[in-house]
């Protein structure tokens, strides 16, 4: 087996047996990189000296008997809308193109400490908007199991350079689905925690209220690794709970789920939903009733509301984040011949046209007149959802669902029809809004593409997904490695 083919825990038993150098496992990978990049345009900024910088210091520290910690020569990549100490953090938009940091963004900091080494900056759509990775101001990604589809977005080159083997462990951002559509669509695990689990200092903020931070995976083993080092309370986040967090690994003990109940949501038997997803639903639903699970009937009578509701508060917040790219502070600033003209011109140049079509959108909603007909009516859907989630989660410990309507779709097919777009989200969306943990898994292949399906926990319940998921690795198999024959 190749090293690049290896999960992030065989690679850090490796380097502390000393069956490889830190720095033979980053050459590997960057070679990988080198490899597939030219097809995959997966990656922003690569990071070939400082990875092997850093790789030579942890062989030294090593070689003096230190242990750096559970992640010690284990290849990482990162969104590029986490904050990268002097090295530069674009959010793929020509509004940040030249933008370097003076910090480290907190998950960031802790992958450090936990001895990983940061190889790339992962290409993403514009601002984090975005379901296919078109919207980057630089170019688009490949979908590797068919480089002529979308890996999803927005962290489409996280979940594609993971899916590829450039890393075992990447990382990205999710706010309406922005990890999981694109880790179903890559075959691969991806996960959003709960709202408040893991802080999101220094990651540029999308819509501050649905945002929150997780990782992509080849093997549950390595999401939990991840999550064991990046769930910790921070007090550089407000947000971000002090609660203990839990012993995530325990859940690959998990051999039965006697006494467990999973929840199909009536209302989502509506939908137009590709045959070879409702296949793997089908699949993953005989696995959990094998394992010993009741299945049950849930209901969220106000789902149907998500997908508008969503694309109301969003983008309402995103134009309050993003108002402070306006010529005058950092970032991209254009020539002008008065204030408002620089804020013009700045704001036409540095956006791309989704960026711009969500600000008009937040804009509107939040203007005189209109934030009580569509920002407060949206906000009061939600919390009437929030309800639903949480009777349901009185008769269901778990929720099982599908990632995605659809099967990877081919780049320009719906980057006209921005509804057809947001519609990949529908169902990874109201665990957003909800603050609720939510797993996107492979569920199987199809004609070469890989299957997603989508474990979703009532809030603080990453156990109960994990066990469930846990169980479905054993039945269904871990995710294949994707990219070999590019």
């Known amino acids: 087996m190749e090293l690049f083919e290896c999960s992030a825990a065989d690679l850090a038993r490796a380097v502390r047996e000393g069956a490889h150098s ?36 942890l062989d030294i520290a090593l070689a003096r008997g230190e242990n750096p910690g559970p992640l010690t020569g284990v290849p990482v990549i990162v969104k590029d809308n986490f904050c990268t100490r002097r090295i530069r953090t674009t959010c793929s938009s020509r509004m940040l193109e030249n933008w370097i940091p003076p910090y480290d963004a907190t998950v960031v900091s802790y992958l450090e400490r936990a001895g990983a080494v940061l190889i790339g900056k992962a290409n993403m759509d514009e601002f984090a908007m975005g379901s296919s990775t078109e919207h980057s101001a630089f170019f688009t990604t490949s979908n590797p199991w068919d480089p002529s589809r979308v890996p999803g977005g927005s962290s489409g080159g996280s979940a ?204 509107y909603v939040l203007s005189s007149g209109y934030y009580d007909a569509y920002y407060n009516k949206a906000l009061k859907v939600v919390a009437i959802l929030r309800d639903e989630f949480a009777r349901a989660f009185g008769e269901a410990d778990v929720i099982l669902a599908p990632t ?39 569920g199987g292949y199809s004609d070469g593409l890989p299957v997603g399906i989508q474990l979703i926990g009532p809030r603080w319940g990453e156990m109960e997904i994990f066990s469930a998921a846990a169980v479905l690795e054993k039945a269904l198999g871990a995710p294949r490695l994707a990219g070999g024959d590019l």
């Open 404 to 442: 995605t309507p659809t099967l990877p779709f081919r780049k320009g097919e719906n980057i006209g029809d921005p509804i057809k777009m947001y519609m990949s989200d529908l169902f990874t969306l109201p665990a957003n809004m909800a603050g609720l943990p939510a797993l996107s898994l492979n």
């Open 160 to 363: 594609a350079s993971c899916a590829a083997g450039y890393a075992p462990l990447t990382f990205g951002s999710d706010t309406g689905g922005s990890i999981r559509q694109p880790a179903a669509f890559c075959g691969i695990y991806g996960f959003k925690p709960t709202y408040g689990m893991v802080s999101r200092y220094g990651v540029v903020p999308f819509a501050s209220s649905l945002d929150q931070i997780g990782p992509f995976a080849r093997t549950l083993e390595d999401l939990l690794l991840a999550m064991e080092v990046i769930a910790e309370a921070d007090e550089k986040d407000a947000t971000c709970s002090r609660a203990l967090r839990p012993d995530f690994r325990k859940a690959l003990d998990v051999t039965d789920l006697k006494g467990k109940r999973v929840g199909l949501v009536r209302e989502f038997e509506g939908y137009d939903i590709d045959g070879p997803i409702v296949d793997a639903l089908a699949r993953a639903r005989a696995a959990l009733l094998d394992a010993g699970a009741t299945v049950v009937d849930v209901s969220l009578p106000t789902v149907s509301h998500g997908l508008a509701c969503y694309y109301i508060i969003a983008p309402a917040e995103a134009s309050s984040n993003l108002a402070r790219f306006d010529g005058v502070r950092y970032g991209l600033s254009a020539e002008a011949d008065s204030l408002i003209d620089l804020y013009h011109r700045t704001r036409k140049a540095g956006f791309g046209p989704e960026v711009k079509r969500r600000l008009l959108t937040g804009t």
């Open 22 to 57: 830190v720095a033979e496992i980053v050459e590997v990978h960057l070679g990988r990189m080198d490899r597939l990049e030219p097809v995959l345009s997966a990656i922003v900024t690569p990071l070939k000296d400082e990875a092997r910088a850093r790789a030579a210091a």
